[in-house]
């Protein structure tokens, strides 16, 4: 007797285990790892994926798997085995795990449909089931006699798919086609009985005579001139038919991008790509770090390695930031490759995402540029994992699992015997320090491929020029060099570091911040609506006229958003055309990229926005680059700070002068002696890392010690603080005597949504078994999380201090 363990769609760590279940025999045959199936929990019918076989169990009265949702496995043996590390190393559910490396669609319902995809004859009992249709609810298929073996090779064979649905059936795009109904001759005879009159109709007749084939409607009419009536009319006589055929969505059209070659590579580049071809061609594991500068060839070196991949046969996962996947990336990858690169952003619908992941999984493509979740793509002939930018934050997931991008490419690169390269012009300490003790290898590319000098920093010290009475935003130099490029006709980009900073309304008389009632925080002032928001819980209310504490009517909003600069850009130069960026305008879907190509094509001076703007832009035209507020980073509880302004500024300063015209960047700042900013000014990567790494070894940082933050938060004050007590209590006993416990403290933001929230931090070196000792703290918290509320997260690798 066949028995299935299965891992339940119950997030909660009483069933954070497998559980048996009987196969019955009807889907003896076909069941395999990796496919969600439907099991009865208690009252409940429950999804579930099966991670194993058994002929043996411990438990009694076992029940029959319900049903199966998959014909095809979802999850391939090292995605499951993936799933298992990931939640073992994030401490976090196996079935949240899990989840994290499907697309959205599969995780919201369960209702499905079978679609015919060929013309061709299907074996007689499916013809019957079908019965002319093109797709038919799944249920049919159930309560035929049909067996499920059978339907599987047919979907292996791709004459039948299966599709989810989510509520409508928003999962697919159908096109309507047209061929030929009849025998070709049969046409011919047709085309003599045609009357006279009936021109338009001879015309496509005589089009199908010469094409045969099928044709999509609109391409159609295009082609052939003619109209929907005149198909109409041939449909009707029988001469012609049309059919609804399903197209996975590409979200791009392939032949919009130029097809481009390899470039001849500058010696650093065949450097730096020589031992990653050799690890190819041997198929062994490694980790490469490319430090090399904006503009220094290491997008080609990508390119060309994953050619060598594709010339093996095998695939290759590239993670650029999700701020980075703006056409201009997209189109490096899809130039070289056309129709074999996949897309996953979070800009596609649903729908869209479902179309890429399953172009994957049907190996209709073989490289996938997406953002941090790609790096779960079910290639099954993994050649190369890169990652661009390497140093993002935005690589490490805030929500369960708390994986990091970089681990789980390693650990794919490891169990797939191939590299992973990780780049960046401003690498993360921790990466940099492994190359430097020779756990990465590390390739340096120090010249500009155009052999360019990088672009002169000038730093402004806006203390002086509140002294000289310049109450502006805009230091006097920044003014003077904006007006120059708008005389000569050439693009200026200005950046607003906007974190650290929002927009509040404070009372200019007592110094009352207006803050959300559930949450420690002040509220957000948004000029469109005149409302004052919370960004933590959405709690909103209207700007008051006077200030509630001392009724006072000064109060006013305070904070420079980007909106109240390009206000004031205005107003300073008004000929000035400017494209604002942030996430206001660029909410829409599309707006991002629209926004782009209008500041590309010259409709625009200036383009000001946030950090989103210093991404991966490449603008001929732009030669000068302006940072409003360089240091408003440097100030936030965050030990990362110093190196994400290094990081941050280095790779804005990269936005200018990258072709024939040659770059001026201002950067303002109140700290102008600041390492950071100063040493970013010279692009002193090396210099910022040594000096950077003496603080992080005196104040016990990553990467001389992890971290792992516990956060507790509960409505009651006294009973979140003093849970927190006790597990640092807890740990303290648990812990060797060079580890760190810190805590109970207030986190950052001491309350959200009305929870009080405290932490725990370990600072550690060597702990090998600390994962142990906090999945013990927290059962012993259980049945307060459970019946009182208590909640505790854990956080293996924090990045948000918050
Ligand atoms: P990075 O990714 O380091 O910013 P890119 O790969 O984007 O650098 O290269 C910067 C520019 O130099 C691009 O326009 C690219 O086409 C060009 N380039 C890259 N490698 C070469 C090469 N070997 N010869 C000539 N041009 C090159
Ligand atoms: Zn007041
Ligand atoms: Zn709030």
Known sequence: MKIAKVIVDVPASSTNQTFDYFVPEKFMDMLTVGMRVIVPFGPRKIMGFVVDFTSESSFNKLKDIIDVLDLTPVLTAELLELGKWVANETLSLSITALQAMLPQVLKSQYKKELVRMTDEELPEDIEHLFAGRDYIPFEEFESSSISYYQLQKLIETGDISIDYLVKSRITKKQVTMVKPAKDIFLLEEAVE???????????????????VHEMEQQVLLKK??????????????????????????????????????????????????????????????DVFLIHGVTGSGKTEIYLQAIQNVLNKDKEAIVLVPEISLTPQMVKRFKGRFGSNVAVMHSALSAGEKYDEWRRILRKEVKVVVGARS?????FENLGIIIIDEEHETTYKQEDQPRYHA???????????????????ATPALESYARASKGVYKLSTLSERTNKKAMPEVE??????????????????????KIDKCLEKGEQIVLMLNRRGYSTFVMCRDCGHVKECPHCDIALTFHKNSNQLKCHYCSYEESVPEVCPECESDLIRYFGTGTQKVEESLTKLIPEARVIRMDVDTTRRKGSHEKLLSQFAEGKADILLGTQMIAKGLDFENVTLVGVLTADSMLHLPDFRSSEKTFQLLTQVSGRAGRHELPGEVVVQTYTPDHYSIELASHYNFNEFYK???????????????????????????????????QIAQLLLKAVGGNTVVLGPTPSAIPRIKDRYRYQCMIKYRDEPHLRKYINKIKSVFADEVRKNDLLITVDMQPYHMM
């Open 374 to 378: 790609a790096v779960f793509a079910p």
């Open 406 to 424: 970089r681990d789980v490419a390693i650990h794919r690169g490891e169990s797939n015997h191939c590299p992973v390269i990780l780049g960046s």
């Open 459 to 480: 730093i402004i010290d806006m203390r002086n020029e509140l002294h000289a009475g310049n109450r502006t935003m805009f230091s006097r130099a920044l003014k003077d």
């Open 193 to 211: 009985d045609l009357s006279k009159s009936a021109k338009k109709q001879k015309q496509l007749l005589l089009f199908f005579i010469e094409y």
């Open 224 to 285: 052939v001139q003619t109209t929907t009536g005149t198909v109409k009319a041939l449909v009707e006589k029988g001469l012609l038919e049309t059919y609804q055929k399903e197209v996975l969505r590409n979200p791009y059209n392939d032949d919009d991008f130029a097809r481009t070659t390899p470039l001849e590579l500058t010696t650093e580049q065949r450097e730096a790509i020589q031992p990653i071809n050799e690890t190819i061609e041997a198929n062994k594991h």
């Open 691 to 725: 000096h950077e790494m003496s603080m992080r070894k005196a104040f016990q940082y990553p990467p001389y010690f992890y971290l792992a933050l516990i956060t507790v938060s509960h409505e009651n004050n006294v009973k979140a603080i003093q849970s927190t007590q």
